[in-house]
């Protein structure tokens, strides 16, 4: 994933193209984060199966009740891990759609007067000329 310029620096960074650019670019990372929570949430759940199903084994072959209980707690703690992600998940799935919608409604507001100012032949003021103090 490529290096994104802060929000607030000056110049074109910052100008119509320069921030759809920036927007696509959080939505494609929440999407890459999200694929990737998602494959670690399956081999937590994974490993938290194969440990149960250890602890079980170990109980039935009479290994030390203590063992056996550290196995079940690893269990848990792959469970646990699992929760974190699917919250994780949630968290980027929201981030990925808020990023799609300002996507969105940039280029409503903003879509059209870029498209005149590139069609025009006239110099135009660089983005941020027209803010207030």
Do not use: W
């Amino acid at each position: 994933m490529g290096q994104i310029a802060p929000v607030g620096d000056d110049g074109a960074a910052n100008g119509y193209m320069g921030l759809v650019t920036k927007f696509t670019a959080l939505q494609t990372t929440a999407a890459h984060l999200l694929e990737h929570a998602e494959l670690i949430a399956q081999r937590m759940r994974a490993n938290a199966a194969t440990a149960v199903r250890v602890a079980e084994l170990s109980a039935a072959a009479e290994v030390d009740p203590a063992h056996v209980a550290a196995v079940t707690d690893v269990a848990g703690a792959f469970g646990r891990v699992g929760g974190g992600c699917k919250n994780l998940m949630g968290a980027v799935d929201g981030v990925h759609q808020a990023a799609g919608n300002l996507k969105a409604e940039h280029r409503a507001e903003y879509g059209a007067i870029h498209d005149a100012a590139t069609a025009s032949k006239a110099r135009q003021a660089r983005p941020g000329f027209y803010q207030l103090p």
